[in-house]
């Protein structure tokens, strides 16, 4: 049932405090929450509260429908030469006989393996490499193109960008615009992890800084690509970390309205030099979620990536603002895998993703990577063993 205003109103009536009270108020008239509002949200919101306001704010903005797409990903080589802290993926150059580095050749087979499957996305994403250079990439990207043209391409993230161009002495506009007309269609949003240097320091210290990575995304934009934010939570940032995150990605999105989705990426501990940090709760999971599509409010879509947060933990961030899933994936992506996911060999068919959806009463909409809507499944029965080749 699609949240009314009544409920709302009704919702902020018995609200007792007053923080609450007046950020509620906001999010009914659509007004823009301050950082104070959204610190107050994450201090003293319980679930009720954050849940219906946040399902209110996604149902006005799309209703029930919830998107994924049919990607793939590629991950070049988990080999990098920088060191984050969280990162239960990569080999430091000095250990990269124990990593993988996948040739151009095979990353093109990989591309092949996928010929007359409907897939419409390839994610490629990995560790900063300093061999597979900004020339090794564009040859990638073109060799795609010229096989599949219409596939698009998701690709690198600013990390991964500006080290390119930095080794090719190349502005980051020049960099973009030679990879953009090579064939990369968008920016995925990693790399982001958390802005505020006072954490960043700790966890990451290495790769390019906050300013580094919105300029990278504002340029993107600038060029007329479309590229998504993400912020890895759940380890030693404090709330008010989060809000100043989310914050630079919303004065970001003012200026330029390039990003098409926000994901909050769950810290996974497990392989990694945070081992001894807990994971947030399944309560501060969806506590994140709402919060998140209150604050972002010029942000069109909010993003639950299901192979780091478990199918049941995705099924339940529908009810708390979420209206993305990603995709169905289909690959052994490895990056979560290795850090503790539950999910060791994240790939749903496509059959196997709608139902997930049904499941909690929504309604399962296929798009491709910029959103177009290419299916809604709503009347579409099918039972988890239905082939996707069935669905073409
Ligand atoms: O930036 C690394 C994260 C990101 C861990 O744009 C970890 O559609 C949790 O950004 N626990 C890369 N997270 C992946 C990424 C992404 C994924 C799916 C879709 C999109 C998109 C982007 O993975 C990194 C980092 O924040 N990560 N280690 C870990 N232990
Ligand atoms: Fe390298 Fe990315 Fe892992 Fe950091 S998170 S070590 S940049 S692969």
Redesign the pocket.
């Known amino acids: 049932m699609i949240a009314t205003n009544s409920a709302i109103e009704k919702l902020i009536d018995n609200e007792k405090d007053k923080d609450l009270k007046i950020a509620g108020k906001k999010v009914l008239a659509a007004e823009r929450l301050s950082a104070d509002d959204g610190l107050a949200l994450f201090e003293k919101g319980g679930l009720p509260f954050l849940g219906s306001l946040a399902n209110f704010v996604r149902e006005r903005l799309h209703g029930n429908k919830t998107y994924f797409n049919r990607n793939f990903h590629i991950e070049p080589t988990n080999v ?1 030469v ?3 802290q969280f ?1 239960s ?2 080999r430091l150059y000095s250990h990269r006989d124990e990593g993988w580095e996948l040739s151009l050749d095979q990353m093109l087979n990989i591309v092949k393996s996928y010929d007359g499957k409907p897939v419409t996305e390839v994610h490629i994403v990995g ?2 490499h300093p061999k597979m250079n900004l020339e090794f990439f564009i040859e990638l990207l073109q060799k795609i193109k010229a096989h599949r043209p219409e596939m698009h391409i998701k690709g690198f993230t600013a ?1 991964e960008l500006e080290y390119m161009f930095r080794k090719a002495k190349l502005s980051v506009e020049e960099g973009l615009r030679r990879m953009h007309e090579a064939g990369l269609d968008s920016l995925p949003g990693g ?1 982001a992890e958390i802005f505020h240097p006072e954490v960043r320091q700790l966890i ?1 210290a290495d ?1 390019v800084d906050a300013d580094g990575w919105l300029h990278i995304h504002e340029a993107a934009h600038r060029e007329g690509m479309h590229t998504n934010a993400t912020m890895l939570y759940g380890h030693i940032e404090k709330y008010h970390h989060r809000i100043d995150h989310m914050e630079r990605l919303r004065s970001l999105q003012d200026r330029t309205g390039g990003f098409n989705t926000f994901i909050p990426l769950k810290f996974r501990n497990k392989q990694n030099d945070m081992s001894h940090v807990p994971e947030s709760s399944v309560i501060g999971d969806m506590k994140m979620y709402a919060v998140a599509r209150l604050f972002m409010d010029n942000f069109p879509h909010l993003k639950a990536y299901w192979p780091m947060l478990g199918r049941q933990s995705a099924q339940l961030t529908l009810s708390f603002g979420v209206n993305d899933l990603d995709g169905t994936i289909d690959d052994s992506t490895k990056i979560y895998s290795m850090a503790g996911s539950e999910e060791q060999h994240p790939s749903l068919s496509t059959a196997q993703l709608v139902n997930l959806i049904k499941q909690v009463g929504r309604e399962p909409v296929e798009r491709d990577t910029v959103y177009n809507e290419l299916r809604n499944y709503k009347d579409i029965e099918m039972n988890d063993a239905t082939p996707d080749a069935a669905l073409n």
């Open positions: 990098c920088f060191a984050c990162c993926y990569s560790g900063v990390v790399g990451s790769k």
